[in-house]
């Protein structure tokens, strides 16, 4: 297999808001909270639901991988409910090997309301369910050592179990890439994504705004000049300035694409990790690699989900 996903299963539950919703419910526009299923289901109460599907962070990123036509399978916990079979359909309607037997548990599958502002920019309430219970058990170390890549996200690292089943993914892997998934994650678990980054990661995502609360940095230069010493791949999407690799002492730019009519974010980094690592596994150059992740975010931004 060329690349293995090891993620939070997430039924994704896409809804349009004026920015005062958020206001009165006290969120934090472009960010992710955890929520409880209580709240999910209060918040949810009031909304118009635009579209339900099957998703979480690097289960995007595997779908699209799978759209381009590699051979790509996904790890992720959900419960023996209606949601848990619907999540599973959905991959499996789009070729994804998925590599998780489901069982009867005591939380349900999780989901997560993405609230979309007139601004395009997306709000996340998560209700973890049982992704959150993922364990060191639900990953199978034959099917991370037969993988080329194994793709993570810092969703899922969090004490605990799910910490050991990330453990555990790392030991086993090849080579190993991550996205930083949300700037919560970074700021919530620093020292050990920087730990992480320096000493495990083989490839790290991360957009603009995660890299310099990780770097503890003032200026994109800080980055470059901190990233460099890591002499990983770094790549970093920065909205309209396009998208950057840094990698050993090589800085590779590639500028944004104009005139786009945007309508959600939803997904734009998941895609663009998608459409780089599809690159980087069919031996394209870093430029193309830019090339073939920007393409990809540049499609998802201009409708509604994060599924081509």
């Not at 005591?106 to 973890?128: N, Q």
């Not at 396009?242 to 104009?258: E, Q, R, T």
């Not at 009519?261 to 830019?290: M, R, V, W």
Request: aromatic share 6%; with cysteine.
């Amino acid at each position: 297999m060329k690349i293995l996903g090891i993620g939070n299963a997430i039924v994704d539950v896409l809804c349009k808001v004026e920015d005062n919703f958020l206001i009165k419910n006290s969120l934090t526009k472009s960010t992710m909270k955890l929520i409880d299923e209580i709240e999910f289901k209060k918040l949810l109460s009031s909304l118009t639901i635009e579209q339900t599907i099957s998703g979480g962070s690097v289960a995007n990123s595997i779908v699209g991988l799978s759209q381009l036509g590699n051979n790509v399978g996904f790890i992720g916990k959900v419960n023996n409910d209606d949601l848990g079979q619907k999540y599973e359909d959905g991959l499996k309607n789009e070729n994804v090997n998925y590599l998780y037997s489901k069982k009867n548990e005591p939380i349900a599958t999780g989901t997560c309301l993405i609230l979309i502002t007139p601004d395009s920019e997306r709000t996340m309430c998560t209700f973890l369910g049982t992704a959150g219970k993922i364990n060191e058990d639900d990953v199978d170390d034959e099917v991370v050592k037969n993988s080329e890549i194994t793709l993570l996200e810092g969703y899922l690292w969090d004490e605990g179990n799910p910490k050991k089943a990330f453990d555990k993914a790392i030991k086993n892997s090849n080579k190993v890439a991550m996205s930083l998934s949300d700037l919560f994650c970074v700021e919530r678990h620093k020292q050990n994504f920087l730990e992480l980054v320096k000493n495990k990661l083989d490839i790290v995502f991360a957009n603009e705004q995660e890299i310099l609360s990780l770097t503890d940095s003032n200026s994109f230069n800080d980055v470059i000049s901190f990233t460099k010493e890591l002499k990983k791949e770094i790549i970093i999407t920065r909205g309209a300035k396009g998208a950057v690799s840094i990698s050993k002492n090589k800085v590779v730019s590639c500028p944004a694409k104009d005139n786009l009519k945007l309508i959600d974010l939803t997904g734009a980094g998941d895609l663009f990790a998608a459409g780089y690592l599809h690159g980087y596994i069919n031996n394209l150059s870093i430029e193309e690699c830019l090339n073939k992740g920007t393409e990809l975010s540049s499609k998802i931004i201009q409708k509604i989900g994060a599924r081509i």
